[in-house]
């Protein structure tokens, strides 16, 4: 499975921003699937995952009651709105599919794609 994240950009603190993580070459619907993002010199970390098909999402806390995970089976992505940006959540934000279930770890994770860059100004 080949993934493409895409929809980063820059936006102002509060402001909102939706990603998409597009698939091609193989059955996304046979995945579940999850964002991740990294600051500089920070480590990888989790921000929301959802099932393969799409009934059940997990957030992050820090997250929690801002972003939105979502899936589109027929168009083979998986969006993650995001509201409410804080500058601290500028980072590289990735998706990532996971054939086996549910995890939060990143090393769990099948494929990746490249990463968008989300920059939030103050």
């Known amino acids: 499975v080949q993934l493409q994240a895409s929809g980063g950009g820059l936006v102002q603190a509060g402001g909102s921003l939706t990603l998409s993580c597009g698939a091609s070459g193989g059955t996304f619907s046979n995945y579940a699937v999850g964002w991740f993002r990294q600051a500089p010199g920070k480590e990888r970390e989790f921000v929301a995952l959802i099932s393969r098909g799409g009934g059940t999402a997990i957030y992050a806390d820090s997250v929690k009651g801002r972003f939105t995970i979502s899936r589109d089976i027929a168009k083979n992505t998986v969006y993650l709105r995001m509201n409410s940006l804080k500058p601290e959540e500028t980072a590289v934000y990735y998706c990532?599919?996971?054939?086996?279930?549910?995890?939060?770890?990143?090393?769990?994770?099948?494929?990746w794609g490249q990463g968008t860059l989300v920059t939030v100004s103050s």
């Open positions: 990532a599919a996971d054939r086996t279930g549910l995890t939060r770890l990143p090393e769990q994770y099948d494929y």
